[in-house]
């Protein structure tokens, strides 16, 4: 009898340089609504991601920042979010002049990096 299962995603965290800065990201490009966080002792966020999923957003020194990283989003670690219209998004990136690539598996999915490197996919359902 298995007692355990995996229910879902409950939270992704990113290494940010500035709070502020990647809150406004998030939301211009994203529209995702900020939520109460409580005091860890460092600065952060959390956005509402849907579904009672959140994105943490942890202002801490980044260890992997030296690291090269490859150009298409999709061959990097990433997180992936499910949306409708994706044309829209790709609006709000064009105006921000954020370099996206789209997916070369033939979905109506595109990558794009924020702020701080953090790769996010979208892709259209």
């Known amino acids: 009898m298995n007692d355990a299962v995996v229910k879902g995603v409950d939270h992704v ?11 406004e990201f998030y ?16 600065p952060g966020a959390w956005l509402s991601l849907g579904e009672n ?6 202002e801490l020194p980044n260890p992997y920042g030296s690291i090269k990283r490859p150009e298409h989003g999709g061959r990097d670690q990433h997180f992936a979010l499910s949306v409708s219209g994706i044309a829209v998004f790709k609006q709000r990136l064009d105006c921000k002049g954020i370099v996206y690539t789209e997916s070369r598996s033939g979905r109506k999915a595109l ?6 490197s953090n790769v996010i996919e979208l892709f259209e359902i």
């Open 27 to 42: 939301q211009s490009i994203l529209g995702l609504e900020l939520l109460e966080r409580p005091s860890l002792g460092f």
């Open 53 to 58: 999923q959140t994105l943490h957003l942890l």
């Open 111 to 116: 990558f794009f990096k924020d702020l701080d």
């Open 13 to 23: 965290s990113l290494l940010v340089k500035s709070t502020e800065q990647s809150v």
